[in-house]
């Protein structure tokens, strides 16, 4: 398979502020950038930046966001992989391809990031028999999560921390956890996708207990729905 094949093709824009986040989340992130802007000075201190982050927890709550958002801060090009695109490709090639992906983003100092980490966790549990092949890809991820250097940043996300091999948990340094969005934490972000609407089309029934993700998506459906029944409506006064 093509290296670029591998690579969601993804040039979105997002500044922090725009990602909701828990105030201990925020804090860490805020930090970690920080870091990257005082790295010459913590080095003098012999202190290293945090360049292995682990995002974790439910699905749809903003994590690949988080790591846009964290690229654009730094000012450095983000590489997104899918894991389970690799997974599924031929098996024999999937180290070659992510030892390719790994040098890449070294080279041009990315920002690396690696979702559904979990897949490989899977993938080392199962019966099938390309198992053993599986358990040198996470020996080779291992290898390279090792050596990645500290002046490119690693960023991996999981919705399945459990299932994750122990010896890939222990090489992140920093760690951190997304919960599903309270209902006050969605009234804010109804409030804030909802503003840029015409006030008559933005009186939507809002779902809770739900990820971001599916907020959003439900929210857009109920405006565009009510923006076709306007225009309807409008359409059969003209006539």
Same mark, same amino acid.
């Given at each position: 398979?093509n290296?670029?094949n591998?690579?969601i093709?993804?040039?979105e824009q997002?500044?922090l502020?725009? !990602?909701f ?6 804090e860490? $992130?805020? &930090? +970690? *950038? ?7 000075e =913590?080095?003098e201190y ?9 995002l974790?927890?439910?699905?749809g709550c903003?994590?690949?966001?988080t790591?846009?958002?964290?690229a654009n801060?730094?000012g450095?090009?983000i590489?997104?992989?899918n ?13 070659q ?11 041009e ?13 899977k993938a ?6 390309? !198992? ?8 080779? $991820?291992? &290898? +390279? *999560?090792?050596?990645y250097?500290?002046n490119?940043? =690693? ?6 921390p459990e ?5 890939l948990?222990r ?11 309270s209902?006050e934490i969605?009234?804010l972000f ?7 609407f015409?006030?008559?089309?933005t009186?939507?029934?809002?779902k ?5 993700a ?5 929210a857009?459906?109920?405006v565009k ?15």
């Amino acid at each position: 398979m093509n290296l670029y094949n591998l690579i969601i093709q993804d040039k979105e824009q997002v500044h922090l502020s725009e !990602v909701f986040l828990n105030t201990n989340n925020r804090e860490q $992130l805020v &930090q +970690l *950038i920080k870091e990257y802007t005082y790295v010459k000075e =913590l080095q003098e201190y012999g202190l290293p930046v945090n360049h292995k982050i682990l995002l974790q927890g439910s699905s749809g709550c903003g994590k690949t966001m988080t790591a846009k958002a964290i690229a654009n801060a730094l000012g450095k090009n983000i590489i997104i992989l899918n894991l389970s695109n690799i997974v599924s490709s031929r098996i024999g090639e999937t180290s070659q391809n992510i030892k390719m992906i790994f040098d890449k983003a070294a080279r041009e100092r990315s920002v690396l990031f690696l979702d559904e980490l979990d897949q490989i966790g899977k993938a080392r549990g199962s019966d099938d028999k390309d !198992v053993g092949e599986m358990r040198r890809l996470v020996n080779t $991820l291992i &290898q +390279l *999560i090792d050596y990645y250097p500290e002046n490119a940043l =690693l960023i991996c996300a999981t919705n399945h921390p459990e299932i994750i091999d122990t010896a890939l948990l222990r090489r992140f340094q920093l760690k951190i956890n997304y919960e599903m969005p309270s209902a006050e934490i969605l009234d804010l972000f109804y409030n804030r996708l909802l503003a840029k609407f015409p006030e008559e089309i933005t009186t939507i029934e809002r779902k809770y207990a739900i990820s971001f993700a599916e907020a959003k998506d439900h929210a857009l459906t109920a405006v565009k729905a009510a923006l076709i029944k306007k225009l309807e409506a409008k359409e059969t006064i003209s006539s």
